[in-house]
């Protein structure tokens, strides 16, 4: 399989590069000074694309890639794949589920405790020094907060298993009630917004769920609301929610992703409401090395003709 | 405040609650909170008087005792107040007060029962998540702008099937463990006895605990015998992936040999609410972006601030109209507490 071309389309893993050097002929597309040349001179050489949350496979590079038979992802989320236009041209599409589902879900209750108990204002005011003079701000209580998830795919429903341990109510909205599941249903997102506390945004980024999250439904959230958005920067109407934030007509937001990566609006950094990170969700030495024996188990199980592990299209 | 009516009993009538330093939520939020029409304060900080001149000139007057860490029970000053008949505690740990002194002298005590659970094992899960996943320190790197000039920060580590042991399996320890289950996290304890119903393994010492685990989360009480408990070897133990979370009193761990630890990567992280010697904090650990500190103030939320407001003006009415203490502490079974300032 050494002669197999694998396109890379951005850093993203030391040990998946390792592993696709060792199986295949491997092109590092950020490494090359002119793309549209590249791509010209190596269409013929590259069968398959390994993508990210970050970059993955437009119609464009599609297009310009006539031998391309499998794109890889290295992410759950497939926003940056043209799907419409892999199916057409038969074109595989694999991802990572499952294999980080605990670790997002982690972390948007990571990101609940940091928001609501103001555990990073806390580290921040003991290393200060400022400790001595005792100022203490009163926190507000994560325990028995009612908590709104937007999808309840894998993730939601690992992130409502784990708040319900806290005691919280579940309430979701999903684009179909599902009638075996006993949290509470709302038919939208601005209604969910209105009966909760916190509300977390966990379900796939496209057409329909861009700025899911609105002017309309962060004022329904009002100013004791809180956000978490652990799914894709463009969920989120970025400036309206920083007007919010900054207005205090929002009362909290811990934000995992942005619209505009890795620029994140400087508005936010002197928030002590609001707690950012540098899309860390599937961000664990473990989890990281799984999705990265996912993405070469496909392509392997591919070029072997054999069944996908897993596959989207 | 409404006017008085003929069948209120006047200012002068009220019995006393004497306090010697006003707990932390009086400075800090404003001891009106704790106001009763039903008796009044007794304030010795407010007083001139030196503290044992000020008791002696009171002590007939004071049946009852508002206390918390900073103003430690002693025998000493139970012995000069005769009349005394209840301490009420506004403050989760029992350490600072003279039980044994208490229970001799038929002194009813009373505390926070179970008011701060919830909070204080909040606080345990969100220290430990933000230890193994590096929220604190990822949160400061975005906020210097250092993300989008330096890029990809480094990763975490996954909580997920990690096995967590938890030093005392009390109130507190039992909602960590209740918390930590559906994060897939297998749960194990140590505790002053075994306990026949639980599903989590039993170790019989901390240091075992700590060989067989993956994270520590220090929930148990200070006292005589646990003083130290978490010693350099329960740290060695514990090992280069552990991780230790304290939401209960810093004399618990050996702090010059867990800064060391730290430092000297013998172990993986920490996070920390409570330190020997608040306010003061080890400045080796300023430093380390793999610990996560904050002021003691796992029980200070707006939630359970109302519940302790309610619970003090409580149990003291309770005891000024002879009915049964809202929270009293059993006062049988003591461990060896000494009134240590904690």
């Given at each position: 399989m050494e002669s197999i071309g694998v396109l890379m389309a951005c850093p993203m893993n030391s040990y998946l590069e390792q592993q696709l050097e060792k199986r295949f002929k491997l092109?590092?597309?950020?490494?090359?000074?002119d793309k549209s040349s590249f791509l010209a001179s190596h269409k013929d050489s590259i069968q398959a694309v390994v993508g990210n949350a970050g970059a993955g496979a437009d119609a464009e590079l599609i297009e310009a890639?006539?031998?391309?038979e499998i794109v890889a992802s290295?992410?759950?989320?497939?926003?940056?794949?043209d799907l419409a236009k892999c199916k057409e041209k038969g074109i595989r599409v694999t991802n990572t589920p499952d294999v980080l589902t605990e670790d997002v879900a982690d972390l948007a209750i990571g990101l609940m405790l940091a928001v609501l108990r103001k555990l990073c204002e806390s580290d921040r005011y003991v290393r200060s020094g400022k400790w001595k003079r005792g100022d203490y701000v009163l926190t507000t209580k994560f325990t028995g907060k009612k908590v709104g998830i937007i999808g309840l795919g894998r993730i939601g429903m690992a992130i409502a298993k784990r708040a319900e341990a806290f005691s919280c109510p579940i309430s979701y909205y999903s684009r179909t009630e599902k009638p075996e599941i006993k949290y509470k249903y709302y038919p939208s997102v601005v209604e969910l917004a209105a009966h909760c506390d916190i509300l977390v945004v966990a379900c796939p980024l496209t057409k329909e769920t861009h700025h899911i999250i609105n002017r309309e439904v962060i004022d329904a959230m009002g100013p004791k609301g809180v956000l978490i958005n652990?799914?894709?920067?463009?969920?989120?109407?970025e400036p309206e929610l920083v007007s919010a934030l900054v207005e205090r007509r929002l009362g909290g937001a811990g934000l995992d992703v942005f619209e505009n990566e890795p620029y994140v609006p400087e508005e936010l950094f002197g928030l002590d409401n609001v707690v950012l990170l540098p899309h860390v969700g599937s961000g664990t030495v473990e989890t990281r090395q799984a999705m990265a024996d996912l993405v070469i188990g496909n392509l392997e199980a591919h070029f072997q003709k054999k069944p996908l592990l897993t596959p989207v299209v | 405040m409404a006017a008085e009516d003929q069948s209120q009993t006047s200012q002068s009538d009220l019995p006393y609650v004497l306090i010697l330093k006003p707990p932390p939520s009086f400075v800090l939020f404003g001891d009106h909170f704790f106001h009763s029409p039903n008796f009044q304060y007794l304030k010795a900080y407010e007083s001139p008087l030196p503290l044992p001149h000020f008791l002696h000139t009171h002590a007939q007057s004071v049946q009852a005792l508002l206390s918390s860490g900073g103003a430690p029970v002693t025998a000493d000053t139970i012995r000069l107040?005769?009349?005394?008949g209840l301490v009420v505690t506004t403050s989760q740990g029992l350490n600072h007060i003279d039980l044994s002194e208490c229970r001799r002298r038929g002194i009813a005590v009373a505390g926070a029962g179970t008011i701060f659970s919830a909070d204080c094992a909040d606080s345990a899960v969100g220290l430990l998540i933000d230890v193994l996943r590096k929220i604190s320190a990822a949160n400061r790197y975005v906020k210097q702008g250092l993300w989008s000039s330096q890029g990809i920060y480094p990763l975490g580590y996954k909580l997920g099937g990690k096995h967590v042991g938890i030093v005392g399996l009390g109130s507190i320890g039992t909602e960590v463990a209740k918390r930590l289950e559906p994060f897939g996290c297998s749960i194990s304890y140590n505790s002053r006895s075994k306990k026949p119903l639980v599903p989590y393994t039993f170790y019989p010492n901390v240091v075992e605990l700590a060989a067989n685990c993956d994270a520590l989360i220090i929930c148990c009480a200070l006292t005589d015998e646990t003083h130290h408990l978490i010693s350099k070897e329960a740290l060695l133990a514990l090992g280069k992936d552990g991780v230790i979370i304290n939401i209960a009193r810093g004399p618990i761990i050996d702090e010059k040999e867990l800064v060391h630890c730290l430092v000297k990567g013998e172990i993986r992280g920490a996070g920390l609410d409570v330190f020997e010697h608040e306010p003061d904090v080890p400045v080796e650990l300023f430093a380390l972006d793999n610990v996560v500190m904050s002021p003691h103030n796992a029980v200070f939320t707006r939630e359970s601030f109302d519940d302790l407001c309610k619970l003090v003006v409580g149990n003291l009415e309770a005891f000024f109209s002879n009915e049964p203490l809202l929270t009293p502490v059993a006062l049988d079974d003591l461990p060896h507490f000494s009134g240590r300032k904690d």
């Open positions: 092109y590092r597309f950020w490494t090359v000074p890639l006539p031998k391309l290295f992410s759950v989320g497939l926003d940056k794949i652990i799914g894709r920067g463009p969920h989120v109407d | 107040l005769p009349r005394l």
